[in-house]
C-alpha cells in the first residue's frame, strides 16, 4: 500500500504520516499497527497526503518522496470501472434500458457513495418484480375473462345478424324503457328499415363511422362492403399480442369469408409493435376499393400524337388496414432522402393501424350498442373552440404506441437539429405564420413532433 511503500523506503520507525481528512498524527510509539488502522478507514488522494518526517529521518531524499505521489495519482485511475467499454458493442436498444443508464452512472461515483445507490436500486429491482408479477397474473385473468366474453358476444351477433328473437330473460328490464324520457339526445337510426327487419341492418358500420378514430378512415367506397360486415372479434394471443377476426356475409367485393388482423407485440413492452400482419384480399375482378385506375395523357416523343394511358394507383380505403407491416430498422442506413421518406411513411401507415387496433379491442367490441347509437363521446368533443389543429395532431402522436412510435423517436431524435430549423424558418412565408407548401408544414409539424418526444 502507499504507505507500507514509504516505510519500506526509509527502513525507519520515526516516520509519522498525516493525511487530510484522516485520523489525527499516530505517536511514534504505536507506529505500523495503528498506522494500518489509519490507512484501512482513509482513501489516499494524491492532493490530501503529505508527509511529515521526524528528525532521525534526515537522510530522506526528496525524490523518493514524489515517487509514492505519483501511485496515487494512477490510483483514482484504476478506480474507474471500465467495463462498459471494454466489454463489445452492445445493441443500441439497451443504451435506453434504465437498469444499464443507472449502472453505467452509478459506477462512476465516489466510493463512499455507491453503496447507499446499489441498495435502493435494489428495492427498485424487487418492486418492478412485482409489477411483473402482478402483470403476469393480470394477463391470465384476462384470458380467463376473454373466453366467458365469447357466448355473451355470440348471442350479440345473433340479435344484430337477426337470427333470432330476444329471449326471456333478455328483456326482463323492458318495463324501465315503457316510458319516455325527455332527452335532446336523438340518435340518426332509420326506424322504419330497423321495424322491417329482425336484426340491426348496417350495424358495424353505422359503429365504425361513430368512431372518432375509425370513421375519418371509412370511405364512400368501404359502406356498400361494411354492410355485409356481420361480427367482430379480439382473440389475445401470447407476448401481449392480439387478433382481430372480421366476418363477412356472401358479397360480391371478395371471396374471403373473415379478415384478420394480427398485431405482434413486444413482449416485454406490450405498447411496443414489431409487425402488423393482415389477410390478403382476394378481390373480384374490378372490386378492389383499395385501388383506382386513372387516365393519364402521354406524348408520343416520333409522332408528337397525345393518347391516353391508364395506370393503376393506391387509393385511401379502411380496406388497407389489412395490409401486412413491419416497424422499420431506423438504424439501418440507406438513401437518406427517399429512405427516410420511406420509413416515415411505413411509421405512420403502422401507427394508425395501432390505433385502430387498440380501438377496436378496447372500445368497439366491448361497447359497440354505445357506438351504434352515437352516445361515446370522445376528447375533442370537450375541446374549446378555437383549438388548434396543430396542437390536436401532436397530442395524437404523443398518444399512439408501439415499436412505431420508439422507432419515429429514434429517428426524430436524429434529425432534431434539423427539423428545428425547418419548423422556425422555412415553415413561414413572407405574409404570415402559415406554412408556404404541404412539404414545409409536414417538416414543421415533424419538429413539433421531435421536440415534444425529446422532451418526454
Not at 527502513?11 to 504520516?17: A, L, N, T, W
Not at 356481420?230 to 367485393?253: C, G, M, Q, R, W
Not at 415553415?427 to 419538429?447: I, T
Amino acid at each position: 500500500t502507499y504507505i507500507e511503500r514509504i516505510f519500506a523506503h526509509h527502513k525507519c520507525s520515526d516516520i509519522i504520516v498525516y493525511m487530510e481528512g484522516g485520523k489525527k498524527d499516530t505517536p511514534a510509539e504505536q507506529k505500523p499497527e495503528e498506522v494500518k488502522k489509519v490507512e484501512a478507514s482513509i482513501t489516499p488522494a494524491p492532493n490530501a497526503a503529505s508527509i511529515l518526517v521526524a528528525p532521525v529521518a534526515e537522510k530522506a531524499p526528496e525524490k523518493p518522496i514524489e515517487k509514492p505521489i505519483e501511485k496515487p495519482i494512477e490510483k483514482p485511475a484504476e478506480k474507474v470501472e471500465q467495463k462498459p467499454t471494454e466489454k463489445p458493442a452492445e445493441k443500441k436498444e439497451d443504451d435506453e434500458d434504465l437498469g444499464v443508464m443507472y449502472k453505467k452512472m452509478v459506477s462512476n461515483f465516489p466510493e463512499e457513495l455507491k453503496p447507499k445507490f446499489v441498495a435502493i436500486k435494489h428495492l427498485a429491482d424487487k418492486r418492478e418484480a412485482l409489477e411483473d408479477q402482478m402483470q403476469k397474473e393480470m394477463d391470465e385473468i384476462e384470458k380467463k375473462y376473454a373466453l366467458l366474453y365469447k357466448p355473451i358476444d355470440g348471442a350479440r351477433d345473433e340479435l344484430i345478424n337477426g337470427k333470432r328473437v330476444p329471449l326471456p330473460e333478455e328483456l326482463a328490464k323492458l318495463e324501465e324503457f315503457k316510458k319516455p324520457i325527455t332527452t335532446e339526445e336523438k340518435p340518426e337510426l332509420d326506424f322504419e328499415e330497423l321495424k322491417k327487419s329482425v336484426g340491426f341492418p348496417g350495424f358495424w358500420l353505422k359503429t365504425l363511422q361513430n368512431s372518432r378514430v375509425i370513421g375519418p378512415n371509412i370511405e364512400k367506397h368501404d359502406e356498400p362492403i361494411l354492410k355485409h360486415l356481420t361480427s367482430i372479434k379480439h382473440d389475445i394471443l401470447e407476448d401481449n399480442s392480439y387478433k382481430l377476426v372480421f366476418t363477412f356475409a356472401p358479397n360480391e367485393y371478395f371471396k374471403n369469408a373473415e379478415l384478420t388482423k394480427t398485431l405482434m407485440m413486444d413482449k416485454d413492452d406490450r405498447e411496443m409493435c414489431k409487425e402488423a400482419k393482415g389477410t390478403e384480399i382476394e378481390w373480384n375482378p374490378g372490386k378492389n376499393v383499395t385501388q383506382k385506375i386513372i387516365k393519364k395523357k402521354q406524348k408520343a416523343k416520333k409522332s408528337k400524337q397525345v393518347r391516353e394511358v391508364e395506370k393503376t394507383v393506391d387509393q385511401d380505403s379502411f380496406f388497407s388496414f389489412f395490409k401486412s407491416k413491419k416497424a422499420p430498422d431506423m438504424d439501418e442506413e440507406g438513401d437518406e432522402e427517399s429512405g427516410d421518406e420511406e420509413k416515415e411513411k411505413l411509421i405512420d401507415e403502422l401507427e394508425k393501424d395501432i390505433n385502430i387496433g387498440e380501438e377496436l379491442a378496447n372500445e368497439i367490441i366491448p361497447r359497440a350498442i354505445y357506438y351504434y347509437m352515437d352516445l361515446i363521446e370522445s376528447d375533442d368533443d370537450d375541446m374549446p373552440e378555437g383549438s388548434d389543429e396543430d396542437e390536436e395532431e401532436v397530442s395524437d402522436d404523443e398518444d399512439k404506441g408501439g415499436h412505431a412510435k420508439a422507432a419515429k423517436k429514434k429517428k426524430d431524435k436524429k434529425e432534431s437539429g434539423e427539423g428545428a430549423e425547418v419548423g422556425a424558418g422555412q415553415g413561414q412565408n413572407e405574409g404570415g405564420n402559415k406554412p408556404a407548401d404541404k412539404k414545409e408544414c409536414k417538416n414543421q409539424q415533424l419538429s413539433t413532433m421531435s421536440t415534444t418526444l425529446i422532451s418526454k
